[in-house]
């Protein structure tokens, strides 16, 4: 591998995400990079009688509603499964066996996190939802059957929920 990294020259602290100017050098050519240092995050494939457990939630970014996995930012030191199991419980209370599915990085030409995708099956539903203050979120059981077809038709459009749900397809 050519590319080294030398050093971080600086790093702006944004809470959920750092912003690094980091030097690199690669074949004798030193340059500055930007890197986007985030935690990682979890995405939940909850299955709850031939159906899957999703969210519609608002999100800041394009001021709109829209239908994903529950998921979320998995704790220092915590490991994928186990962020799984509590996003999951947190924001739809579901609960049930899981299962690590997959790893995928979002976006490596900018972030330095991992995704992981988590399969609960036979998921059952119980009384309290624990949620954060701005989350609004909405839980809507969606047909197996019928992914394929809401994907096609636009109504699924966040890139990690596909990928995620790619995954789930691929097993």
Sequence with gaps: MDWHKRQIINTTDYRVFQVNTTEFTYQAQSAEFYQIAAPNWVNIIAIHNDCIVMIRQFRIGIEDYVLELPGGIVDRDEPPLIAGRRELSEETGYIGEAQVIGVMHPNPALF?????TVLVS??????TISREMFEDIKVVLVPIKDLKTKIAHGEITNALTLASLMQYFSL
């Design 122 to 127: 036979n998921s059952t539903q119980r009384d």
């Design 112 to 116: 330095t996190n991992q995704l992981t």
